[in-house]
């Protein structure tokens, strides 16, 4: 498999021309997932825990389609608008990847695309790279 492009469910897809995710042969790169329901529309608004959720839930849902898992993501990162939603953050994070330990960074970011997001997160997964 050369090239797998995931469609996004986001206002500015089609507009930036972007893709939720791209498989390369093993990899998988997921990038810019914001709360965004299935509908298009903002999700959790003004709380963080909820929107980190949604992230994941995007992600999830992006890797399943790519032949990938959560369990296969060896690098995250996570932008957030506010240092104080850290914790809950990393809480969320842990649950997720508490047995596959992918390296990570969070960065805290003036501000986002849309108002309403507290949180952006991206994630990479190599096929087959799964902790037993």
């Known amino acids: 498999m050369a ?54 839930e995007v992600i999830e849902g992006a890797l399943k389609e790519a032949g990938s898992s959560l369990e296969e993501v060896v690098l995250t990162r996570v932008f957030l608008v506010d240092a104080a939603d850290a914790d809950v953050v990393a809480q969320i994070h842990g649950d997720i990847f508490r047995n596959s330990k992918p390296v990570t960074s969070a960065v805290v970011v003036a501000a986002l695309l849309h108002p309403e997001w507290l949180i952006e997160i991206e994630a990479h997964a190599v096929i087959g790279a799964r902790v037993d």
Do not use: L
Request: aromatic share 8%.
């Open 3 to 56: 090239r797998q492009n995931v469609s996004a469910v986001s206002p500015y897809a089609d507009a930036m021309g972007f893709s939720r995710a791209v498989r390369s042969n093993d990899h998988v790169f997921v990038a810019g997932c914001a709360a965004i329901g299935a509908d298009g529309k903002n999700v959790g608004i003004g709380d963080a825990a909820a929107q980190a959720r949604r992230c994941f």
